[in-house]
């Protein structure tokens, strides 16, 4: 979906380095989601934002850190990626105005590989 | 614990039949359910959202069925073809508010041969 975009599509880095992953939309939303998939695991929620001042962790934050820094844009860091945060992450967002509060809107994603 | 089970195998349909996905959920009382079709690298795109007092929801050649004293859905495609081929998620909200996230399901591959 092309209101909900991610950069870098793809990132190779080293263990131990710090790197962030950005995640901008234009589709208005308050909530902002990230997710990550790995192979037979399915998507798992790590960071959830219901705005600027309001940030949550989901399933799996242990490692990760997010920013808010404005109500389209929405970071993902890791600290000092290891290998087993080789991953597919999506950004997500969702609308809480709206009939539809609960449907999630996904970015292309941004397939990270951590040697 | 909470768990959200798919066919893990994946599944292969004849052009122009219906294919029909399974989503079976334990220790969740969602108040809706959601299926999402994603394609090879890309994002998941959502399809169709049902509630719990719905037992049926259809939109074009999909529909989803709801079965909450069973604990499952059902998600069909009529008269399926090769561009149906993709992964189909089902997604819950742990909380049953869904502004918190949702939980997925590892995802059905299905395959439609022509």
């Known amino acids: 979906d092309a209101d909900v975009t991610q950069t870098p599509r793809n990132r190779i880095t080293k263990t131990g380095k710090r790197i962030m992953l950005e995640c901008s939309q234009t589709?208005?939303?308050?909530?902002m989601y990230w997710y990550r998939q790995d192979p037979g695991l399915g998507l798992r929620l790590i960071y959830y934002s219901f705005d600027v001042k309001d940030i949550n962790k989901g399933e799996i934050s242990d490692g990760y850190s997010v920013s808010r820094q404005a109500q389209a844009k929405f970071s993902l860091s890791l600290e000092s990626a290891i290998p087993n945060q080789t991953a597919l992450y999506f950004c997500?967002?969702?609308?809480?105005?709206?009939?539809?509060?609960?449907?999630?809107?996904f970015g292309p994603g941004t397939r990270l590989l951590v040697l | 614990s909470q768990k959200i089970e798919q066919n893990s195998e994946a599944l292969n349909i004849q052009e122009g039949k219906t294919a029909t996905l399974t989503c079976n959920y334990t220790n969740y009382s969602p108040a809706y359910l959601q299926w999402y079709r994603q394609d090879p690298g890309r994002g998941p795109v959502f399809l169709l959202l049902i509630r719990e007092n719905e037992k049926e929801k259809r939109k074009e050649r999909l529909k989803v069925t709801f079965d909450t004293t069973l604990k499952q859905s059902l998600f069909h495609i009529t008269a399926s073809q090769p561009a149906d081929s993709a992964t189909y998620l089902c997604a819950l909200s742990p909380s049953g508010g869904g502004a918190d996230g949702l939980t997925f399901g590892k995802g059905t591959h299905l395959i439609i041969q022509p």
């Open positions: 589709k208005g939303h308050d909530r």
């Open positions: 997500a967002t969702s609308d809480p105005q709206g009939g539809t509060q609960e449907t999630q809107y």
